[in-house]
């Protein structure tokens, strides 16, 4: 292909790298360079080849980069990097602060709006996939409902949680979608169910050497928020066992529209994913929508969106009637 | 609501009918008439004071209908009314024929550019929902196969074959996935699979009085292209059993996306629908459609489209700040 779509990647931690990764399997894609706070030469990529950059650096980039993906955190990194970099360049990000995507929205709008680039927000999987199923549900069947289940899957705020009990030294919580709950779904009954009542929550504890793990268990067991209004169960193991089996990230989830339709005829649309790599996954989403900001661009397009409001043909490389012939 | 989106059914069969109840259902959609080739006052509407015209006086309707929902069938009824009615209204229709697509597309595309209209064309589940979950599984996972399933269903063109053999009253014939095959998939093996290895055919016939059961079984059996190829079973029951059992129309399927990101984590995407009833559902898709397809006429867009071309946001009632808020 002559002219690749030109990516950058500005933060390059867990979700960077898979982006990276990412656009090594996608022909018409190039990485330009990472941009980190980090010393450049600190920073080693996956690729031998990568330019690693000062995020400093970055408006030298403003003629050489297409779409900027944003791969910082929510909490910190994509409220003051998100508006500053839009000003420059096409930006795709993953912001997850659910109840404040409005705001986020509104900021990233007008500041596209004044530097006509386009910028796609809160991309990935949820939110993401799962919005767009939960939408495609309530508009296909206004009679029902919706019903939201995540894992199984690493939390991370969960795992920290655990991590800051006195006497643990590794931890991770999965969170884990009751089958039950689930099945009575999928069955087209309409339950009224709680967070709580759709998911347990499993923890994987290394204990320090000497420490009470009775204690520990019961400190868990109780915490507010987190643990205390959960079925939860603490498995203690040793370090050997955490890094041979819980190091990886795997998650997913079932977004499920149970409705009917005329007299009494239940439909069930389902849409769900099951991840090896939650960043990985996420990460494979941005690129895919990078693509898609680009195209919107070069035709014209100005401003923020989310995935509800991109056709999803412009995720694709193939041409629109190429699209039409295989995939319909 | 004050200004309602005027909607018109042309052709009255299952999917008419599922239509009529559909719009019932959505607040912001009010239907007009019911466009029929019979005689008007031969057409039993489900509502009791639906207008039924005969769809000789289409075009009575110019102003008086936003968009129209075609629900003839893709052999004979489309591909002539589809081009007549696009010159004068939006038009949204399920074209199904899957290889003669790209050839409708580009007639309905020539003939809505001329008149300033938007037909969104081969909508329901497959094509459909289905193809752009194919597309978003390509696109996001680009290393890696994608499965479609189909079923358990009621399949029309395999029961009417079915229903030709001599001896047979009634029958129908329903399409089922086989369980060992969708596990592999699910479980990220990328196995090879013909159709037939991935369906099973179950018939439910009602033989005629005295009629050669052992040789309705064999012919079923033997029919090339429709079960020659096919694990197929057929099961004689009488005839208040099939009035009683098999006279829904329910369907579903899989489409499922094994795919792999970075050294070699696997990732599984999956969207399926439990219907039971296939015209009802396909209905409730065209109906939102519509919906799409007058806001992007009023948004001054003209032309053929497909579901992989409009921003899923468009489908429902609520505005894009309410969807933000609710479903990201």
Chains 1, 2 share one sequence.
């Not at 050489?64 to 993906?69: E, F, L, Q, R, Y």
């Not at 993401?128 to 939390?155: C, H, Q």
């Not at 690129?287 to 995935?307: E, H, I, W």
């Amino acid at each position: 292909m002559e002219n690749k779509i030109r990516i950058g990647i500005v933060g390059y931690g867990n979700l960077g790298k898979g982006v990276e990764e990412s656009i090594q399997v996608n022909d018409d894609l190039e990485l330009v360079a990472v941009f980190s706070r980090r010393e450049p030469s600190s920073v080693n990529t996956l690729g031998a080849n990568v330019k690693v950059e000062s995020v400093t650096n970055v408006e030298q980039y403003k003629d050489k980069i297409d779409v900027m993906i944003l791969c910082g955190g929510s909490a910190t990194d994509l409220p003051e990097q998100g508006p500053e970099l839009a000003t420059i360049f096409n930006t795709i990000d993953s912001f997850d602060t659910h109840a404040k995507i409005p705001d986020y929205f509104a900021k990233m709008d007008e500041v596209t709006k004044k530097s006509g680039t386009v910028s796609i927000i809160s991309v990935g999987w949820d939110p993401g996939m799962f919005s767009m199923n939960r939408l495609l549900g309530e508009a296909i069947l206004p009679v029902g409902d919706t019903y939201t289940f995540w894992g199984k899957g690493l939390s991370q705020g969960h795992s920290d949680a655990v991590r800051r009990v006195e006497g643990v030294k590794f931890a991770v919580q999965y969170t884990i979608p009751i089958d039950e709950a689930v099945n009575r779904v999928r069955n087209g009954e309409h339950p009224d169910l709680a967070t709580n009542e759709k998911h347990l929550r499993e923890c994987y504890v290394v204990p320090e050497d000497g420490a009470n793990t009775e204690k520990i268990e019961e400190t868990i067991k109780t915490m507010p928020h987190y643990f205390a209004d959960y079925h939860t169960t603490v498995h203690f193991i040793t370090e050997d066992e955490f890094h041979a089996n819980h190091t990886k990230m795997p998650h997913g989830g079932f977004v499920i529209r149970s409705g009917k339709t005329g007299e009494a005829h239940t439909q069930i649309m389902e849409f769900s994913l099951k991840l090896d790599s939650n960043p990985e996954y996420t990460a494979s989403v941005l690129v895919a929508y990078a693509r898609a900001a680009y195209k919107l661009n070069q035709s014209g397009d100005r401003g923020a969106k989310t995935v509800l409001d991109v056709p999803i043909g412009l995720l694709s490389a193939k041409s629109p009637a190429t699209l039409r012939k295989e995939l319909l």
